[in-house]
């Protein structure tokens, strides 16, 4: 699945799910550009790791629900790298877990903007790019929130399903210039933000003890989510676009 001469955006790709895809990726000889809005030294460090591979990686700041940060950031990988040609819209951030009655303006337009703009600025701008290419591909990484639909997280769930929208009409709008779009769904996964996520709800983080639970014995890993990732833009998904593959153990690796 060799992604030689190929480079990639991946949003948020200095810790967790980001993280795994940007090795994963740079190990099938894709070039990372690493995007990152406040652990610079995360994504410093995943780039050693990414150039240790022998791949070219870059970091660079911006918030990605900022089309102005956007802008700035995608011309200067163009300038960096020549071209973009696979795009994984992976930044996100948790809803606080309150009712639609009690969530406050601020947070459903943060967690929204994050979530549904986001990716549509970041596909906007890397479009004519990767129109040049033999072969695009963009990613959603979204949630089986979207099959769960858990009361508690509007803000989230409704970015999701937005996200999801995006990529289900990308897909079509594109299939002419041969870019697949589709989108990743994981349940709980083995993060940071999985653990802060099971202590507020159990009030205990550690994710070990809900392994014997867990399908296949054990919580999701980034790595295994960055696998699906590698198969669909490989040339092995050649005739994949506008899909939705959640990665829960068949429903039963989340929250719901």
Do not use: W
């Amino acid at each position: 699945m060799s992604l030689e001469g190929r480079v990639a955006l991946v949003t948020g790709g200095g810790r967790g799910i980001g993280q795994a895809i940007s090795l994963g990726l740079a190990e099938d000889g894709a070039n990372i550009a690493i995007n990152y809005r406040r652990d610079a030294q995360a994504a410093l460090e995943t780039v050693k790791q990414i150039e240790a591979l022998g791949r070219k990686a870059r970091a660079y700041s911006a918030s990605v629900d900022r089309f102005d940060e956007d802008e700035t950031m995608v011309k200067q990988i163009l300038a960096d790298f020549g071209h973009v040609d696979i795009l994984i819209n992976n930044a996100g951030q948790a809803s606080r877990g309150k009712s639609v009655a009690k969530t406050d303006p601020e947070e459903l337009q943060r967690v929204v903007h994050t979530h549904a703009l986001a990716p549509h600025y970041l596909s906007k701008l890397v479009l004519p790019s990767m129109r040049e290419r033999a072969r695009g591909d963009i990613i959603m990484i979204s949630s089986n929130a979207t099959r769960l639909m858990a009361g508690g997280g509007a803000p989230y769930n409704m970015g999701k399903a937005a996200m999801e929208a995006l990529a289900f009409t990308l897909s079509k709008e594109e299939l002419r210039n041969n870019i697949h779009v589709n989108i990743v769904a994981p349940g709980l996964v083995e993060t940071e933000m999985g653990q802060r996520l099971i202590q507020a709800i159990r009030g205990d983080g550690d994710l070990r003890k809900l392994d014997p639970s867990m399908p296949f014995r054990h919580v999701c890993t980034p790595r295994e989510i960055a696998s699906v990732v590698r198969f669909l833009v490989s040339d092995a998904a050649g005739y994949v676009t506008g899909q939705r593959i959640y990665v829960d153990g068949g429903g039963l690796g989340g929250l719901g």
